[in-house]
Each structure stands twice: as structure tokens, then as C-alpha cells.
């Protein structure tokens, strides 16, 4: 099966800086890698995605890296607010089954202002 | 869609009691899984179903835990009997499967005492 690390386990950062999340896994197969974001007492939800096929992908403020050759991703979010304080979450899907994720432990990332 | 709505939001019961947590999936998805949430262990997978047909229960820690999909529309996760151990968050979520989005539900808070 799949196994996914995540670092740190706690972020802090000061509003308006960057912050980084770095995930490694086993499977050199792997070939789709989401990173999910939940709020305190919600749900988690998907904040974006990368497949194998690129190497980075950017959404406004957030972006995901992907280095196969060394199998880790990493998620950026620049120019930190407030509102992006929340635990985040990789994942990658186990060998054979696209579907079936493992997620990483989470990184409880806390924006000060 | 309303999305992937669960039931009942909030569970406390006595030790030794059965604990039924249901699971209405998006429609037209064809996946869907049921995950625990806690502080220890993350989120972990316990089992999954494709077109109603469980796939993977490697993650149902015990005889205890049974899943049923008897419909494409409704899924239940039982647990009997219950035990302080369980208590955690569980949530449903649903997929279209492949590399596509899992959206979660807003989960069951379960307290066994």
C-alpha cells in the first residue's frame, strides 16, 4: 500500500508571508496527489490537485510541486491571511486503486497577525 | 446537489450499545467511503464501496464494524457493540472514482461513555 508523510505538524506564520508543506510517499506509481483543507468542527475539502503528468499547478495564492524522481509534493500558500488557518491535509492514492486514498497526518497551520 | 449529507451530526452513547451512522452519497457518484477521524490516528479509511459493492474493509478495525450500501443512495456504518474506544468523527464521502475530487459530509461526532 501507499505510505504518505507530511512535515511540519504545526505551521506558524505571520500574515501576509508564505508558508510550505512538504508530503512524501512510497508508491512511484502514484499518479494523483490532492491536498485538503479543514476547518475547525468542518468538514475536509479539497483545495487542489495535481496529477503526474505536471509538475506545478497554482490556484491563485496556493500551489502544489511535484517532484517524482524524489516522490514529494509540496503545498505553498503565499501571502498568508487569517482565514487560512486550518488543518491541511496530502494524499495519494494506493497502488492499483486510484480511488482509495491515504492521507498524511496534517499540518495545523495558524496565520497570526 | 446538497451534497454528501450524514446523520446524525452528533452521537453519544453508553458503552456496550449498537451505534448506526448513516450516509446519503452525491448523486451519481460512484464511490464511497467511510473515514475516522482522531487527534491519534488521523483520518483513516475503513472501508469503500463501488457501485454498492464493498472493495476494500482492510481498514474496519474489527468485527465489530460493519458497512452496508444497499442502494446507490444509502450507506450505514454499525457498530456493535460500542466501546470508549470508538469515539471519534466519522465521515462519509463520495467520489466519481479515478482521479477525481472526493467530497466529504460533515461527519458524525461519536461519543461512546
Known amino acids: 500500500g501507499e505510505n504518505v508523510e507530511q512535515h511540519p505538524s504545526t505551521l506558524s506564520v505571520q500574515e501576509g508571508d508564505s508558508a510550505v508543506i512538504k508530503c512524501t510517499y512510497s508508491?512511484?506509481?502514484?499518479?494523483?496527489f490532492p491536498w485538503y483543507k479543514q476547518e475547525l468542527g468542518k468538514r475536509p475539502q479539497l483545495i487542489i490537485d495535481?496529477?503526474?503528468?505536471?509538475g506545478e499547478k497554482k490556484d491563485q495564492r496556493i500551489a502544489v510541486t511535484l517532484n517524482k524522481t524524489a516522490k514529494h509534493f509540496s503545498l505553498h500558500i503565499t501571502e498568508t491571511q487569517p482565514e487560512d488557518s486550518a488543518v491541511y491535509f496530502c494524499a495519494a492514492p494506493h497502488t492499483g486503486t486510484a480511488s482509495k486514498l491515504t492521507f498524511g497526518t496534517g499540518t495545523r497551520l495558524q496565520v497570526t497577525l | 446537489d446538497a451534497g454528501v449529507i450524514q446523520s446524525p451530526r452528533h452521537e453519544v452513547t453508553e458503552m456496550g450499545q449498537e451505534v448506526t451512522l448513516r450516509c446519503k452519497p452525491i448523486?451519481?457518484?460512484?464511490?464511497l467511503f467511510w473515514y475516522r477521524q482522531t487527534m491519534m490516528r488521523g483520518l483513516e479509511l475503513l472501508i469503500y464501496f463501488n457501485n454498492n459493492v464493498p472493495i476494500d474493509d482492510s481498514g474496519m478495525p474489527e468485527d465489530r464494524f460493519s458497512a452496508k450500501m444497499p442502494n446507490a443512495s444509502f450507506s450505514t456504518l454499525k457498530i456493535q457493540p460500542s466501546e470508549p474506544r470508538d469515539s471519534a468523527v466519522y465521515f462519509c464521502?463520495?467520489?466519481?472514482?479515478?482521479?477525481?475530487?472526493?467530497?466529504f459530509g460533515q461527519g458524525t461526532r461519536l461519543t461512546v461513555v
Open positions: 508508491d512511484s506509481a502514484s499518479n494523483y
Open positions: 464521502a463520495s467520489s466519481r472514482g479515478g482521479l477525481t475530487e472526493a467530497f
Open positions: 495535481i496529477r503526474s503528468n505536471v
Open positions: 448523486s451519481g457518484h460512484d464511490y
